[in-house]
């Protein structure tokens, strides 16, 4: 093979893997690809079948297999949070209040980011914590655009309702006052990954006293514009961080 990296079994993984990019292969045809011998690309293909990198079609040829979508997934996820520090850290000077990153897991939602206003009165959301999907503008946000059923099945528990999440659709983020926690305001803004999927939400948060309630007339422009940027990262590439 061309290009080898001198590691002989490493590169025949890559050969592989290469010549199922352009799709489905019998062995004959993976033979022929990758100019391994009969023997050989079987081995390798059996043995990547079973770390899932490489699967079976409805007729038996060799795929890409679901390791790797995993593994893509998991870069998307470094790149998610690798970018989110500086923007969030720009949100929270900006708006002068503490500034977090939301995932969605399960029937939970997961801090992976967080920028913390410095001294005052804060909303402290440390990186890591789990927060309900019932209640919340983050949690409004990543329900929002959900299909359906699983829209419906969230709001069966949830503080906030349909009507709240089709008006959250039409203007592209969310607010909520005292939803969560008792006392507290919060904006969120939808990230979006390729193909337009919401992928996190970005939130600032803090005392009533602070953002009022109607917390969105002052923070929203801020919000939604950071999390358009984040969302430009993640389907660009990391470079696209620079120039906060």
């Known amino acids: 093979m061309d290009n080898g990296s001198g590691v002989g079994v490493v590169d025949k993984v890559a050969g592989v893997l290469t010549a199922l990019e352009a799709g489905p292969l019998n062995l004959a045809d993976l033979v022929s ?14 043995a990547m079948e079973h770390h899932r990198l490489v699967t079976r079609d409805a007729n038996g040829k060799f795929t890409l297999g679901p390791k790797l979508g995993e593994l893509a997934a998991a870069v ?3 790149r998610l949070r690798a970018a989110a520090g500086p923007i969030l850290a720009a949100l929270r000077d900006q ?11 399960g029937e939970q939602r997961v801090c992976v980011a967080a920028a913390e206003r410095a ?7 440390p990186v890591g914590q789990t927060l309900s999907m019932n ?9 929002a655009w959900e299909d359906p059923e699983a829209m419906n099945r969230g709001l069966l528990r949830a503080r906030f309702s349909a009507s709240t999440l089709s008006t959250v659709r039409r203007r592209g983020w969310a ?11 919060s904006v969120s803004a939808p990230v979006r990954g390729r193909g337009g999927r919401v992928i996190a939400a970005v939130s600032v948060s803090g005392p009533i006293e602070r953002l009022t309630r109607s917390p969105g007339r002052s923070y929203a422009p801020n919000v939604v514009a950071a999390a358009a ?16």
């Open 76 to 78: 998307g996820e470094d």
């Open 229 to 244: 940027k984040l969302s430009e990262v993640v389907r660009r590439g990391p470079n696209s961080a620079r120039g906060n």
């Open 135 to 143: 209640a919340g503008s983050a949690a409004q946000v990543l329900l």
């Open 95 to 105: 708006t002068s209040e503490s500034a977090q990153l939301y995932k969605r897991q």
């Open 33 to 46: 690809a990758t100019g391994l011998t009969r023997p050989t690309a079987h081995r390798l293909a059996l």
């Open 119 to 125: 001294s005052g009165l804060r909303d402290t959301v």
């Open 175 to 185: 607010q909520s006052i005292g939803e969560r926690e008792a006392g507290v305001a």
